[in-house]
């Protein structure tokens, strides 16, 4: 069954296994303080471990390489007034319902797409994946996509470098935080797309990925089995409007900034939000993408 989180062959349906691989983990990372012991809870070791087939020593480096990436990139201080300008027309927002598992939903818009700086672009999605996991419910660890189509044109969707960078860091340092996107009604134009990025999704985070088409019953059974109709916008098939106000979101990101930063123990100083936006800090490339895709 698609909802069951997989089983691999190295893990017994045994929750005593997976501790004892966590507290293993745990071990070969040695000390760790600050903001590194904030982030390897024994969710974040479980995930990583799954996403190198409960390997200890390949979690172990998967895991030390997220630690470098986020001391340099440092995720947790992206702020909304860095990345407002990538979010005026909605590109991508957090849905304000989740699915019927509790998960928080992003919903991706790529028809909406409104900018050309790839950095940007990555920045304002890595901010939006530390969102959604900020607002993760107590013991949830993963979140849902759903993906709209509706004014979808190649020259002004991603580039595929673009996408194939995200795919990048989503395996590498965000292992095992997607549970299922489902790509509502995706036009003829996008298969050539999808089968270029899709080399780069590791197999099973591609079958992770559905797709879902209105005369398709099957296919609208699935996504009506995870969402409410009554909450899921008309454009995914529900019985709901998906707005969008700029405004408001960005009020709702303000907001949780605060709980970012005190959550991660940056400060206490009230961000702000600038309808122009603007970058502020240093700013760091993504890094090259891997040859060898991760599960996601």
């Not at 200890?56 to 001391?71: C, G, I, P, Q, Y």
Request: hydrophobic content about 35%.
């Amino acid at each position: 069954m698609y909802l069951l989180r997989r089983q691999t062959q190295n893990q017994p349906d045994d929750s005593s296994f997976g501790e004892a691989k966590v507290t293993e983990l745990r071990a070969a990372l040695g000390p760790l303080s600050g903001r590194r012991l904030k982030y390897c809870t024994d969710g974040c070791l479980r995930r990583y471990l799954e996403a190198r087939n409960w390997n200890v020593d390949k979690a172990k480096k998967m895991l030390e390489e997220t630690l470098k990436w986020r001391s340099t990139y440092k995720p947790e201080e992206i702020r909304w007034d860095e990345v407002a300008h990538e979010g005026e027309t909605g590109k991508v927002s957090r849905a304000n319902f989740h699915d019927r598992l509790g998960r928080p939903v992003l919903i991706l818009r790529p028809g909406m797409q409104n900018t050309t700086s790839a950095e940007d672009n990555i920045k304002h999605f890595v901010y939006l994946l530390e969102n959604g996991i900020l607002n993760l419910s107590e013991g949830q660890e993963q979140m849902s996509w759903l993906i709209d189509f509706t004014g979808f044109a190649m020259s002004t969707n991603l580039s595929i470098k673009t996408a194939r960078d995200i795919i990048h860091i989503l395996q590498n340092h965000y292992p095992e935080r997607l549970a299922i996107a489902f790509l509502y009604n995706p036009p003829r134009i996008f298969q050539a797309f999808w089968k270029a990025v899709k080399y780069f999704l590791d197999p099973k985070t591609a079958q992770k990925v559905k797709f879902v088409y209105p005369n398709n019953k099957e296919s609208l059974e699935l996504m009506k089995s995870l969402f409410d109709v009554d909450n899921l916008p008309s454009e995914f098939g529900g019985k709901a409007t998906l707005k969008y106000d700029h405004e408001e979101f960005s009020r709702m990101m303000v907001d949780d900034d605060l709980k970012t930063a005190k959550y991660w123990g940056i400060g206490d100083e009230k961000p702000s939000f600038h309808p122009k936006g603007g970058l502020s800090g240093a700013e760091v490339a993504p890094e090259p993408v891997p040859v060898e895709p991760l599960a996601i």
